[in-house]
């Protein structure tokens, strides 16, 4: 299972962070701990509230350390900029993930080898962003249609939990098991215990943000739970 330690970027700053304020630095440390992988998201571009370009920039080009960049990415000029930043897997927002053309449009511009989709749920239910209205679409129906566009990485996320250290959608992602994608499990990880769970149900990947700056895991507690 892939660990990927989680950056949010907030007005330049590691957004809801009462620790580490310098997102490149934070960056380095985690990557001197052992981390193999970055999720990136920067959260003024994902709202329309600015962008902090420069710093992921600066990001994606830590050497040696790929990053999986997301935040909302809607259009195919999201996913360009993205790519143009540096990074090394972009994840695609799940507007863009139920809406066949532009999911289509994306495919045709990047290796679906190089791209994630983002599967945002509220109560088990796909959402585009946290107050929408929930899709028609459900969460397998929206794997299936990023597996049959070449896109075979997603990134289960659900948006209750996400940065609360309640715990993770467990089942919830484990059911989207054998649908042909890797699945990446976000929002809520908080322990070794529910990496372990993880890694169990038979998951790709888990996203660790809040929890590795409150200290209530570590990156190398976090890495020993995953292989």
């Known amino acids: ?35 193999t992988w970055l999720h990136v998201v920067d959260l003024d571009r994902a709202f329309g509230a600015g962008e902090n370009d420069a710093l992921v920039r600066d990001i994606t080009r830590l050497a040696g350390v790929p990053v999986q960049l997301g935040g909302l990415l809607a259009t195919p000029e999201d996913v360009d900029r993205a790519f143009a930043l540096g990074a090394t897997r972009v994840v695609v927002g799940t507007a863009a993930l139920a809406d066949p053309s532009i999911t289509e449009t994306i495919v045709s511009r990047h ?7 983002s599967v945002d749920v509220r109560r088990g239910r796909a959402v585009r962003h946290g107050a929408s209205p929930p899709l028609s679409q459900s969460p397998a129906d929206l794997v299936t249609r990023a597996v049959a566009a070449g896109i075979t990485v997603v990134v289960y996320r659900d948006l209750e939990r996400d940065g609360t250290l309640a715990g993770p959608d467990l089942e919830g992602a484990a059911r989207l098991n054998g649908l042909g994608a890797e ?8 322990s070794q215990a529910h990496l372990l769970a993880a890694r169990d149900a038979g998951l790709a990947g888990a996203i660790l943000g809040r929890a590795l700056i409150e200290g209530t895991i570590t990156v190398e507690e976090a890495l020993a739970c995953s292989s």
Request: aromatic residues 4%; proline residues 6%; contains cysteine.
């Open 183 to 190: 699945i990446i499990l976000a929002g809520g990880i908080a």
């Open 111 to 117: 290796a679906g080898s190089r791209l994630a989709g």
């Open 1 to 35: 299972m892939q660990l990927y330690p989680a950056i949010d970027i907030q007005g330049g700053r590691v957004a809801r962070s009462t620790g580490p304020a310098d997102p490149l630095a934070w960056a380095g440390h985690l990557v001197a701990c052992g981390a």
